[in-house]
């Protein structure tokens, strides 16, 4: 069994160990004095939870918190906590426990701590709302202090406290250190929580052990640090007022160095537990951020806003407990690590520190942005309400009440701008390599995943495989981010200086036209390769006459008799090459066109059908309407002779230098979706062959099953830790139905709800949005011109095969896989998406009029309806004659 105990120098995931054990480990590992222990892990609580029968009862209780009676929290409470406390630990962690006590605490003291996911944050500390434990000598105290540390998370004091914080407690560590035989404790604030701008720091404190104090059982003494020279001075109103022994000073001044140190790597005001023992001996025993400072607070919010468009671009349907665990870090990791890579200080990033940890969530098992938080992030930054709206312009989304923040000192806000502007000039000055180095690690996974090679790996090695997505989602996913922020910035901004410089009354989509068939667009390769597949099959008679006269299933089965293994052999070759790019392709539960080819030779029987221009025609001449619009607004910004002499520094070149930095990203941007298609799509390959061998092992019915596990408790069974099959054949049955049930609900785009509240089928469906009177519906314009024909309602890229050309697609979204069929088209229509989407980019890449953002598009327009779109004002107009 893999260890279950953990040792504080190695605790790293504050979602698995909490946020105590995590900064204590850090404490450690910069060599502060901090009494060695270990943690017992999350997972480790889940798999009890499941033993005890409460597993259940916990998410039902925790889904209807804001809507339950005190009486109804009390009983769930007790109900649980009850069942938590009597049942016995698992096997694996009491004979772990019971080594270690006979190997290192035998005849000692210890203590009992809760760490939980939420604790010891920067707006909820839940300071003496979950239970820890003093004085635990036997191993019977050991366990039973375990479990009743684990009950604490569900007691009602917490359960209340939670929900008048939108939290939802669900992950605890916790941690067993050996007591310091302490003789003075106390706490230690690095700033005065009431007068930040003084140069004090402020220490309460009182004899012995600290718990009394903490809990607020007494009033304690209290001293006042002078920050620059650490001289102590009593503070007014100091409570019993203890003359500190000399030890004692030297012990707590000590101490109040080392706060400043921790402050100063931390970039925020600390709030540090300590103890001095009876050798006059400093001790380290919390630091977390001060929660209820002015300066650091964020205002909660009264509602929760969230939405999505753009995210359901990517994940379409309800997506798998697997693919969330992977995702919700995945957004955390992307804006922290673009924040730091920019320069952002780091007392700034500290200040988005929860807002960072839930940017995504679920609602019906559909990924939705939580806008409120992102918003928050943005506006935290330099620049912020210009961030907020690039955002929204990027992805589709409204804006949302405005979050007040507070604010830096002239100072600091002049040395931020500096290093920002440092480190993002150094950032773009090589964005090319950084983009080139993300592809190469993306190959390099990939190669080493090939389908064909799972097979003959060991469980040993898929783990690994396992791990190495982890690695380069979580933590090297900076370079393809880099290129994502620059396509929002400067699309933002090339926008911003058109409607400055040619005025508010030019065409709202002149900037699109500019960004009109981009070549070597890397999205439109795959599809040139399919076009190119079907007029191979064009100069074969008998091929054509195959793939018109027969339905794809009868097709399929034909490529492989003799006559027909030329043609399948170029096929495989396409599919080798570009099978991983498929509408769902970061699903990870869609099968890819490689393990499903059907969907390809619908593709090619509708190009057959249709006499229409080459992709690669369409996107020539766009290019060069392109460059002819770019003339005329360059011509237009040069102004008069003299501008034309001075060129360089006119109007007309700081446009061209944005247009081409635009450009460039938003290629550099398709490039890393491609390579982030490839990556998910091994790593799918990757999960099943897991699946296979947990089937093997008699743990799973079925290799899918492995989706509706995390990645962490995938992890576990895979080392055969804690989580054992019983437990995660409960967990799959539990997480299967409750998908299906997700299948069959569909939220509303944009969601507005209390804190913590998720959206409830039960509560009844919102609202039908309300669109404007008359015969036109209004959108946003992603690509000009203007296009009449009947429309096509298609939900789902594989009936894209029933549109005819020239017809105008309407559609909820779209994701690369439409790609393929966007040139058949005349025009677009969109429900969602921005104007960074996938499906505007595309629409402006073979010049196909596009209006995107229409609410209710699906609904309001029939099949067959008479449409015209017009794209350069974004209105849908219904032709009813």
Same mark, same amino acid.
């Not at 698992?90 to 426990?97: I, S």
């Not at 090319?432 to 993306?442: D, G, L, P």
């Not at 960074?836 to 010049?847: P, Q, T």
């Given at each position: 069994?893999?260890?279950?105990?953990?040792?504080?120098?190695?605790?790293?995931?504050?979602?698995?160990?909490?946020?105590?054990?995590?900064? !204590? +480990?850090?404490? !450690?590992?910069?060599?502060?004095?901090?009494?060695?222990?270990?943690?017992?892990?999350? #997972?480790?609580?889940?798999?009890?939870?499941?033993?005890?029968?409460?597993?259940?009862?916990? +998410?039902?209780?925790?889904? +209807?918190?804001?809507?339950?009676?005190?009486?109804?929290?009390?009983?769930?409470?007790?109900?649980?906590?009850?069942?938590?406390?009597?049942t016995a630990l698992?096997?694996?962690?009491?004979?772990?426990?019971a080594s270690h006590h006979a190997s290192h605490w035998f005849g000692k003291v210890l203590a009992v701590r809760s760490s939980a996911a939420a604790e010891d944050s920067l707006h909820a500390s839940f300071a003496g709302q979950l239970d820890s434990f003093l004085r635990i000598n036997s191993l019977e105290e050991i366990e039973t202090a375990v479990r009743r540390t684990w009950a604490s998370l569900w007691s009602e004091r917490s359960l209340l406290y939670a929900r008048q914080k939108g939290l939802r407690p669900r992950c605890m560590g916790v941690v067993l250190q050996e007591q310091v035989d302490a003789r003075l404790s106390g706490v230690l604030f690095t700033r005065d929580p009431l007068d930040e701008q003084s140069d004090w720091m402020l220490a309460e404190y009182c004899s012995g052990l600290g718990e009394a104090l903490v809990s607020g059982a007494m009033t304690p003494a209290s001293l006042r640090i002078a920050r620059h020279d650490l001289e102590l001075q009593a503070a007014p109103q100091s409570g019993t007022g203890l003359d500190l022994d000399p030890v004692y000073r030297r012990g707590l001044q000590a101490i109040a160095r080392m706060a400043l140190e921790i402050e100063a790597r931390g970039a925020t005001p600390q709030d540090i537990e300590w103890s001095i023992d009876g050798n006059g001996a400093p001790w380290l025993l919390q630091a977390r951020p001060i929660s209820m400072t002015a300066r650091q607070q964020v205002p909660a919010p009264a509602q929760v806003h969230w939405s999505n468009a753009n995210i359901a671009e990517n994940f379409p349907e309800p997506v798998s407990p697997f693919l969330y665990s992977l995702v919700k870090p995945g957004y955390t990791a992307y804006f922290r690590n673009l924040a730091l890579g920019f320069g952002l200080s780091r007392e700034r990033v500290h200040r988005m520190s929860d807002a960072l940890e839930n940017l995504v969530g679920l609602h019906a098992g559909r990924l939705y942005y939580n806008l409120t938080n992102i918003h928050t992030v943005l506006r935290l930054a330099p620049g912020g309400r210009w961030l907020v709206r690039s955002f929204n312009l990027f992805v589709g989304a409204t804006e949302i009440p405005e979050t007040s923040l507070a604010a830096m000192g002239p100072m600091e806000r002049l040395r931020e701008a500096l290093r920002i502007l440092a480190r993002t000039t150094w950032q773009y000055l090589?964005?090319?390599?950084?983009?080139?180095?993300?592809?190469?690690?993306?190959?390099?996974?990939?190669?080493?995943?090939?389908?064909?090679?799972?097979?003959?790996?060991?469980?040993?090695?898929?783990?690994?495989?396992?791990?190495?997505?982890?690695?380069?989602?979580?933590?090297?996913?900076?370079?393809?981010a880099l290129a994502d922020a620059a396509a929002m910035v400067c699309y933002g901004l090339l926008k911003a200086q058109l409607a400055s410089s040619l005025g508010a009354g030019d065409d709202v989509g002149l900037h699109n036209d500019l960004l009109k068939g981009l070549p070597g667009l890397a999205s439109s390769e795959p599809v040139m390769k399919l076009w190119e597949l079907a007029q191979g099959l064009r100069n074969d008679p008998d091929l054509q006459a195959l793939f018109e006269e027969n339905d794809v299933e009868t097709i399929f089965a034909r490529l492989g008799e003799p006559d027909g293994q030329g043609f399948r052999a170029r096929l495989d070759s396409y599919l080798d090459r570009w099978g991983f790019r498929s509408s769902g392709e970061l699903m990870l539960t869609t099968p890819t066109p490689h393990e499903n080819p059907l969907p390809v030779l619908r593709l090619l029987q509708a190009y057959l059908r249709e006499t229409t221009t080459s992709p690669e025609a369409m996107s020539r001449r766009q290019a060069a309407a392109r460059e002819a619009t770019t003339a005329a607004v360059t011509a237009r910004l040069t102004g008069w002779w003299p501008g034309r002499v001075l060129f360089p520094?006119? #109007?007309?070149?700081?446009?061209?230098?944005?247009?081409?930095?635009?450009?460039?990203?938003?290629? !550099?941007?398709?490039?890393? #979706?491609?390579?982030?298609?490839?990556?998910?799509?091994?790593?799918?390959?990757?999960a099943l062959a897991i699946g296979d061998r947990l089937v093997q092992r008699g743990l799973f019915s079925d290799r899918a099953d492995v989706f509706f596990l995390t990645t962490a408790e995938v992890d576990d069974l895979l080392a055969d830790a804690v989580l054992d099959g019983e437990s995660a054949a409960a967990r799959v049955t539990a997480r299967r139905a409750e998908f299906e049930r997700f299948r069959t609900q569909t939220p509303p785009d944009c969601l507005a709800l209390a804190p913590g509240e998720q959206w409830s089928a039960a509560a009844g469906e919102a609202p039908v949005t309300e669109v404007q009177t008359g015969d036109y519906l209004r959108g946003n314009s992603a690509c000009g011109g203007v296009a009449t024909g009947t429309a096509a309602v298609v939900l789902d890229v594989a009936e894209a095969d029933r549109l005819k050309a020239g017809q105008i697609l309407v559609t909820r979204q779209t994701d690369p896989g439409w790609a393929a069929v966007?040139?058949?088209?005349?025009?677009?229509?969109?429900?969602?998406?921005?104007?960074?989407?996938?499906?505007?980019?595309?629409?402006?890449?073979?010049?196909?009029p596009a209006v995107i953002g229409v609410p209710d598009a699906t609904r309001l327009i029939g099949n067959g309806d008479k449409l015209r779109v017009d794209g350069d004002h974004g209105i849908v107009h219904l032709i009813r004659s």
């Open positions: 069994m893999a260890k279950q105990l953990l040792s504080l120098e190695d605790a790293f995931s504050s979602g698995e160990l909490g946020n105590k054990a995590v900064s !204590l +480990g850090r404490l !450690l590992r910069d060599g502060l004095p901090v009494p060695r222990g270990v943690v017992i892990p999350d #997972r480790t609580l889940q798999a009890h939870l499941l033993r005890c029968g409460v597993a259940e009862d916990v +998410g039902t209780l925790l889904d +209807g918190l804001d809507r339950l009676g005190r009486d109804e929290i009390r009983d769930t409470s007790r109900r649980i906590r009850e069942r938590i406390e009597v698992h096997q694996a962690l009491r004979d772990e426990l090589w964005i090319q390599r950084r983009v080139q180095s993300f592809e190469r690690r993306v190959d390099e996974f990939a190669r080493e995943t090939q389908p064909d090679l799972l097979p003959g790996k060991s469980t040993g090695e898929l783990r690994r495989d396992l791990q190495r997505f982890l690695e380069i989602r979580l933590g090297q996913w900076n370079d393809a520094l006119t #109007r007309a070149s700081r446009f061209l230098v944005l247009l081409r930095a635009t450009q460039g990203a938003i290629k !550099l941007r398709e490039r890393a #979706r491609m390579k982030q298609a490839l990556l998910y799509t091994r790593l799918r390959h990757v966007f040139f058949l088209t005349g025009g677009l229509v969109i429900e969602r998406g921005g104007m960074l989407s996938h499906g505007a980019i595309i629409a402006r890449e073979y010049g196909i």
